[in-house]
């Protein structure tokens, strides 16, 4: 049933939001960062128009509570199918579906190598770091098109398995230092290119491979979790944005949201201290899985009901506009 509250309070804003976003980009880009503007003249300002409305359609769906993580799932693999298959037609010879023609290796951990290695800054930092101010983690919980695939592969109607290792931090900050390391490397000894990108992509393959045998096995996103050295940044930074997730005093610690969730960041411990561990990612699905609403979405002086609404109107926001951005 329609409820006119929810979309003048999310459906609206969403639209409003998203399709001043791509507007700017559409009046002030330099590039044609449209891509149906590419096919034929105002046709970016028909897929401003889809994406706005999208937005304010996905934000309404995602509204309602016990609805929040099934339509988080389809509208992450979403954006991954629609990135990396802009990706694949450019790669057959279709230029129209890349943004330069100089590509980024599509591989999380090169946001960080690449300007390391490059010694300059691209768009990539730029979209990553935007999405921390606005919406704190969202980049791990709806915006990292490789993430998609590791939610789609850890997906499944059975109850995660805990991640049988004491100390993940140690692995990711090992991981996070092995790719800081090996990129400076690469820079001091001036390795040409191509090979600095053959070694992104073997980063990449790996992460596959986890995702595909580790993943899909203990039903946890192990490769966003453990290896991501962006996930790992994502852990600390996401703290400059004021939104937070906590667990309030009527929890019973039957430990249901534990057993739900895929980033490992509601063991007990956790949930006796009152608050989420390090590795959550805000996605809400502890949310929709809690029986006596313990767990709630706090941003300033908002109620949680509407902080929680709050947070899925600018990331819904975000991840449309990023649909139609999401280039290399």
Known sequence: ?????????VSLPAFLITFSLLSIVQLKGHLQMIIAE????????IEIFVLSFYAGFLSYKMS????TSKWRMYSWLLFTIVFYGQLTLGLLGFDKFLLTGNLHVPVPAIILAGPIYRFEFS??????LSTIILSGPSWCSHLCYFGGIDNAFS????????I?????FIWKFSFLAIIIFFTILLRLLNIPTFYAAASGISVGIMGLLIIVFLSRKRKKMIHCTLFCPIGTLVMFLKFINPFRIKINSSCTTCLLCSKHCKYDALNKTDIESGKPGLT???CGDCITTCKFSSIEYHFLGLAPANSRL???????SLHAAFLGLGMI
């Open 310 to 316: 709050l947070y899925i109107v600018i990331t819904v």
């Open 280 to 282: 959550c990612t805000y």
């Open 64 to 67: 309602e509570q016990k609805n």
């Open 155 to 162: 997906n499944s109607e059975k109850y995660p398995k805990q």
């Open 123 to 128: 768009i990539m930092p730029v979209l990553f």
């Open 164 to 168: 049988p290792i004491k100390n993940k």
């Open 38 to 45: 590419r096919f034929f003249h105002n046709g970016g300002w």
């Open 1 to 9: 049933m329609f409820n006119k509250k929810i979309f003048l309070s």
